[in-house]
Each structure stands twice: as C-alpha cells, then as structure tokens.
C-alpha cells in the first residue's frame, strides 16, 4: 500500500501532544478546563430544533436534495443578505448551499488551482486554506498578520513575481485565530489588488454576526466591484449554534460558484433537505438569540480580558469573533505555554503555531465555557506567579 504525497505535504497535527496530555490528566482526575475548540457550547435556538423536527417527518425532505441547495434555503440566503447587508443577490447564479463553511472552503481549491498556482493566505489562519492548496498541488504563499498592523496583511509587501502567480486568496474577518476586524476601506484595497493582478478573493465571514459593543461586521460584497472578484463563504455554525448540522453557504461572483459547483456535483449530493429548511427558518425566523449569545460572550470575554490584564497582560478587548490571542509570557513558544497551562492549571489553549509560523508566541482560547470556569481559570492562572 503506497500512500499518495498528498498526505504527507499536510503539516503534522500540532494538536497530538496536547491531546495525549488532555487524555493522560483527565485519567488522573484533572479536573480540565477546555479553551482549545471553537465551538459554541449553548444549544441551538428551539425554533430552529422545532424546524428539524416537523421537516424530518416530511417525506418530500427524504430524497437527494438539489445541488445547490434548495431554491427556498437559497432565496433566505440571499434575503438575510439584503437585509444585513444591503447587498443584492440572484439566488439562483449568486448563492450555493454548502455541508458547512469548511467543505466550500477546502473544495474551492480544486475548482481554482492547479498544480504550481499560488494562493495567497494568511498567517496564522484557518488550516485548511493551506492544506486545501496542497490538495490542489499548490504553492500557499502566506500573508503575514501581524499585531502592528491589526492582524491585517499588507498587501504592497507581496512580492509582485509571486502575485503574479497567485489564482486565489483567502482572508477573514472578523478573524480566527486573532479576534480582529476589517473595515470597508482595508476591503477596498483588496478589491483593487484582486483586480490589479486577476484573483479569485475569498473572504470567509464565518463570524459575521459574533460581534460585541455595537460594532457590526461588514460583508466584503458591500464594497463596488466586489462582487466581480470575489465570493463570501458564510456558515450558521457559530451565528446560530449549528455547528454539527453542516450548514453553510457561499455567495459572490456567479462564474466561480458554478466552477465550485462542479466540484461538490462529484464529490457529494448536498445537505440534507430537512437541515435546509431548518437553515431557512434560523436565517428568516426570530434573531433575538444572537443578540442573546453577544451579550453572553461579552462578559465572558471582560472576565478574561480583565482578569489576565491584571495579571500583567496587555489585551484589548476583542470587538468580533469569540476567541482571545494572547501573547505567550517570558518568551516561551507557543507550545511550551500550551503546556505549562495544561500541566500546572488543567486549562487547554490552543499553540499559535498551530496557526501558522506567525502564530508563533501567541496562545488562541475560546470563551466556549461558562463564566465561573472562566473565572476559575483566571485565578489558577493567577496561582502560577509567571
Ligand atoms: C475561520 C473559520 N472558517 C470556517 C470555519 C468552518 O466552519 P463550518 O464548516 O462549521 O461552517 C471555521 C470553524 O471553526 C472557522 O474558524
């Protein structure tokens, strides 16, 4: 059995180490406080739930559903759109559903790059912009987010003989790992970059709606001309504690979502009709639960924020997104903190260098816990008199 390079060009699972220690601390009766995962620990709205529940019993949801994604999922898609946005979108040509953010994201790869393309990515960033590049045999080439430059890439940097390579590129924002915004101007730019050099932008806004102290995220199609080279990869995982449901969607430019579309028709069959229609209802029916979970993670993030500022740390606070990036102290790489914390407090943080080699010297947590383990892990932070 030979198996394909493929494979071995995926970077090593950065995670194994940290995961043998969870493993090994939770059989000696740690009691583990985790900040590692991004997933939102409350449950689905109910109406939601209800949604499933009455559309599972419905035969006409049983069959493979449409590739796109149903006419009617696509048509909320592109009203909720209208309606956050102001942005105009043919749900027909201009919308596709996606089994979660993550499968478009790692299949637009296959649809844009061939072997020896460059994309463009940023650094520390999602994984899967790179390992999808790799799928596709191509050559990621990083953007460095820096802190002094709002963990925005600076795109004159950029060696001008690679752009001239480069197919495609991904940013995010509000960002993973880092918790930054971007606004309209800093998008402006990427649009005349994109069609200075004829790339394919993905902007993945995957945290559009996790926002707190009344800032409200931009789409990346708001700006003039966008539309033109970019798509939007959009998912319901985090606006609305859907993360297990696989539902996600990608909007923009209509010649690159049907050369995406032409991947996913051999690849798979679509999501589940039912967990569509339950998609409509989250984007059409009541939203008051996200205004209700922004408020939960606010405080949570004023009790980490404070609580580590206190300690010596020097953080503002995080206007998007649920994660805290966090600088590793006295000079220690990302991954010995990681495990400091893990041995000596029992908490689970993510390495930077997860995330790339600009993650290097930062930890990412998820305020994913309720605010008495948050507090609790503050204070065994405290105990360890770094
Ligand atoms: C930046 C970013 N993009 C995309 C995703 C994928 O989300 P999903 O596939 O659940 O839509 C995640 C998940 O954590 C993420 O952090």
């Not at 059989?27 to 995962?37: A, E, F, H, M, T």
């Not at 637009?108 to 994984?127: E, K, Q, R, T």
């Not at 993670?297 to 740390?313: A, Q, S």
Request: charged residues 25%; aromatic residues 10%.
């Amino acid at each position: 059995m030979k198996i394909a390079q493929r494979i071995e060009t995926v970077p090593p699972y950065l995670f194994a180490e940290i995961d043998r220690k969870k493993e090994e601390a939770i059989k000696r009766g740690v009691d583990i406080i985790n900040l590692g995962i991004g997933d939102p620990d409350q449950p689905t709205p109910n109406n939601i739930i209800e949604k499933l529940r009455e559309s599972v019993k419905d035969p006409e949801t049983h069959d493979y559903p449409p590739y796109a994604g149903t006419a009617e999922f696509r048509q909320a898609v592109a009203l909720w759109y209208k309606n956050r946005f102001r942005v105009d979108l043919d749900p027909d040509n201009e919308v596709m559903a996606l089994i979660g953010s993550k499968e478009g994201i790692a299949h637009i790869f296959l649809a844009f790059i061939d072997p020896g393309d460059f994309s463009l990515i940023p650094d520390p960033g999602y994984p899967v912009y790179k390992t999808g590049t790799l799928f596709a045999n191509g050559f990621p080439y990083v953007m460095p987010l820096l802190e002094e430059n709002g963990f925005l890439p600076n795109l004159e940097e950029i060696d001008e003989e690679i752009v001239r390579k480069v197919k495609l590129m991904f940013i995010n924002y509000p960002n993973n790992p880092t918790g930054a915004v971007a606004d309209k101007s800093f998008f402006e730019k990427v649009v005349k970059f994109a069609k200075k050099y004829d790339i394919l932008v993905c902007h993945d806004f995957a945290y559009s709606e996790m926002t707190y102290d009344g800032y409200k995220a931009n789409s990346f199609l708001e700006v003039d001309g966008a539309k033109d080279v970019g798509l939007e990869f959009h998912s319901l995982s985090k606006t609305y504690n859907m993360t297990g449901w696989r539902l996600g969607f990608v909007v923009g430019r209509a010649e690159a979502i049907s050369a995406l579309s032409i991947i996913k028709t051999n690849v798979d069959s679509g999501a589940f009709k039912a967990i569509q229609r339950a998609g409509v209802e989250a984007l059409s029916g009541p939203q008051d639960n996200i205004e209700r979970m922004n408020e939960i993670y606010t405080r949570r993030r004023d009790i980490v924020i404070n609580g580590l500022n206190k300690l010596g740390w020097n953080l503002k606070p995080i206007k998007a997104s649920f994660y805290i990036w966090i600088p590793t102290l006295n000079n220690m790489s990302s991954m010995d903190f990681a495990n400091l914390l893990l041995e000596k407090a029992g908490i689970i943080v993510s390495p930077g260098i997860g995330y790339g080699e600009y993650g290097e010297g930062y930890v990412r947590i998820a305020l994913t816990v309720e605010k008495k383990r948050l507090e609790e892990a503050v204070r065994r932070i405290k105990n360890l008199k770094l």
